[in-house]
């Protein structure tokens, strides 16, 4: 089974710092992953994912991930954060041929600093 | 394009009584639909998957006849929380997906249930 850790918990940083949440990931074959963005009291958004192929990933609102299979890491980053990104992030993994059974990390929560 | 809805996106209901969410992708037809279980500060828990016209598949733990979900077409799932208790209140959350095997999850906002 796979599984999915977020070691942080909690993370602030100010507005303009760079941003990196870790996400390591445990799964016997080449893994799908995946990063989601959680506003309060919303759903998911996907800000980015990982099938195959180039193992630096760009997505949407300027994050980038890059899939380190010797690590079992697939960690996010932004280079200049903004007070917009303020929420809850998610690392999932997906198994296989099923596409949404994904595991999700415990999440990191991140805040901005003015 | 691939928004998925949720109705009702808060409800308050007494104990005892039945309670149904919809999950609905507007604008693609979802193979498989996925209902989670949030609680506050904590990640999401698969619940079930649903694939069209097939009878849900329940993950281990989840009391198949308490959380009953149905998923008549390829654009609407429901779930319909029965004999609601107050631990069953949390943030539901449905997402589609829109081809079989491994694809992307489209998420719908979330449906907060409060039992009283």
């Known amino acids: 089974a796979q599984s999915v850790t977020q070691p942080d918990i909690h993370i602030t940083v100010s507005e303009g710092a760079s941003l990196e949440l870790r996400c390591n990931y445990s799964?016997?074959?080449?893994?799908?992953l995946f990063w989601y963005v959680q506003s309060p009291g919303q759903g998911l958004q996907l800000l980015l994912k990982?099938?195959?192929?180039?193992?630096l990933v760009q997505g949407i609102k300027g994050f980038e991930a890059e899939f380190k299979r010797s690590q079992s890491s697939f960690n996010l980053r932004k280079p200049s954060v903004h007070w917009s990104d303020a929420a809850e992030y998610f690392c999932?993994?997906?198994?296989?041929?099923?596409?949404?059974?994904?595991?999700f990390g415990d999440g990191t929560t991140l805040t901005v600093k003015p | 394009g691939a928004v998925v809805s949720q109705h009702p996106s808060w409800v308050i209901c007494k104990s005892g009584t039945s309670v149904k969410i919809e999950c609905r992708s507007l604008?693609?037809?979802?193979?498989?639909m996925f209902w989670y279980r949030q609680f506050p500060k904590q990640s999401l828990m698969l619940m079930a998957t649903s694939n069209e016209g097939s009878k849900a598949t329940y993950e281990q733990g989840v009391e198949k006849d308490k959380f009953l979900i149905n998923h008549a077409s390829l654009t609407l799932s429901t779930l319909t929380v029965t004999s609601a208790h107050p631990e069953d209140s949390s943030f539901y959350i449905c997402?589609?997906?829109?081809?079989?095997?491994?694809?992307?999850?489209?998420f719908g906002p979330g449906t907060r249930l409060t039992v009283t």
């Open positions: 990982y099938f195959s192929g180039d193992t």
């Open positions: 799964y016997g074959a080449t893994p799908y």
């Open positions: 604008d693609f037809q979802a193979t498989t």
């Open positions: 999932a993994v997906g198994a296989g041929t099923n596409a949404g059974k994904s595991t």
């Open positions: 997402s589609a997906s829109r081809q079989a095997g491994v694809g992307e999850q489209y």
